[in-house]
């Protein structure tokens, strides 16, 4: 008798566990509460939860980025279209019928204009600004109390991950948002540029890696030469240098000429980049009868051709702002096809993570059923053998 009923106490117990499992899974609809319940089920469910954890996370990344990318791109219009505006307005300042007066408020116009612009280079989105380059947070463009804007980032481009160990260039830097390139060097060939070290209107010079590659006075083998140096993603000058020759001394109204020895190394490219701003202020002073430096021009036919060469820069600034929105239009479509690819893995895996963890609900009623039935049998039993006795035995 003691040993049937352990046996039915032990079978009870049973049931109960059964009960406790059959409940849980019709309440949460998940297969498994404890892992130790099927360990090949619950590794797998832990693999799904990470890659789904993992996929969020580059969604949301994505997608930051994306809204980033997405005001680089109407801020780029905006460049342009200020371009153009800048361009409509120089024209009317060539135009025979222009006088001093309409010329310098075409000039007042166009100072105005410059610090819109200077707001549009200095674009953020969440704190981190779009045309800095690698570091977000600082801020690419800033202005002395002489009007001067130079750029304070680098040609590099900040990677964000699109998939587990990918990384793709975001946005574009200072140097194609507001830049503008006056001349090319391919191996074999040299690259002229203006400007000395202290000059704050200097043009800068790039390789084709977003690299910048410095000036720097050696006064040797003759006054006036200096060497190129390459600085590292990091700003940190490299062993990397090419010798380079004055051409012309800097005058009054014109900067230094410099032009590197011819380029040895097989795939690299240098670029001058000359600033936007600048173009503007002299744009600016020669509206008000200037030279480039601010003295006064010769007279009105020296002021009126330097406006003419201002104007063939502004064209070229425009074609060098819509060569860095195309640039930036590729870089998005990119993160743009990233995010949609990224969608369907999140929800692939999270219907396979219901596939995995979720409990079949038809099955659970069956077997809440069964559960059931066996209870009502188990209890019918346990009840006739509480009503036997000895003399119910001898009966």
């Known amino acids: ?27 949460t609809g998940k297969l498994l509460d ?30 930051k980025t994306t809204a980033q990318n997405n005001v680089s ?5 905006e460049v342009k279209n200020v371009i153009t505006y800048i361009k409509a307005e120089v024209i009317k300042g060539l ?10 408020s075409i000039a007042t116009n166009l100072e105005g204009v410059k610090k819109n612009l200077f707001a549009l280079a200095n674009e953020e989105v969440e704190g981190e600004y779009l045309f800095a380059g690698a570091d977000s947070t600082v801020k690419p463009f800033s202005m002395d109390s002489s009007g ?40 074999g060939e040299q690259l002229t540029f203006s400007g000395d070290p202290t000059d704050p209107y200097r043009e800068r010079i790039i390789d084709q890696d977003g690299n910048e590659w410095k000036l720097s006075i050696t006064n040797s083998p003759s006054a006036g030469d200096g060497v190129l140096t390459k600085y590292d993603d990091e700003n940190n000058a490299t062993t990397d240098t090419l010798a380079v020759t004055q051409t012309a001394a800097a005058t009054a109204t014109t900067p230094a000429q410099y032009q590197t020895a011819a380029l040895s190394t097989s ?30 021009a010769a007279d009105a036919a ?80 346990v009840n006739k053998m509480n009503q036997l006795s000895l003399v119910n035995f001898v009966r």
């Open 1 to 27: 008798m003691i040993n049937t009923t352990s046996e039915m106490t032990f079978r009870l117990n049973n049931l109960n566990e059964e009960q406790r499992r059959i409940s849980y899974q019709s309440s």
């Open 34 to 63: 404890n892992g130790s319940d099927d360990a090949k089920i619950f590794s797998r469910e832990v693999y799904i939860e990470d890659k789904i954890n993992v996929f969020e996370g580059l969604q949301r990344q994505v997608e």
């Open 73 to 77: 791109d109407s801020t780029m219009k």
């Open 95 to 104: 135009n025979a019928t222009s006088d001093d007066t309409s010329r310098e």
């Open 148 to 187: 001067v804007v130079t750029y304070n980032g680098d040609g590099h481009l900040r990677r964000v991950a699109v998939e587990e160990g990918e990384y793709r260039d975001r946005g574009i830097s200072g140097f194609d948002a507001m830049m503008y390139t006056t001349d090319r060097a391919f191996n």
């Open 267 to 296: 795939g690299q490219v240098l670029e001058a980049r000359h600033n936007i701003f600048d173009t503007i202020d002299r744009t600016i002073n020669a509206l008000r009868n200037r030279e480039s430096d601010g003295s006064p």
């Open 302 to 381: 020296t002021a009126r051709a330097l406006l003419a060469a201002e104007l063939d820069n502004i064209t070229t600034a425009f074609d060098g702002a819509n060569v860095g929105h195309a640039k930036l239009g590729g870089r998005n479509q990119v993160f743009e096809t990233s995010l949609d690819r990224l969608g369907a893995k999140v929800t692939q895996f999270t219907l396979l993570q219901q596939e995995v963890s979720s409990a079949d609900l038809a099955k659970v009623a069956i077997e809440a059923k069964s559960l059931e039935i066996t209870y009502q049998a188990l209890y019918s039993t």
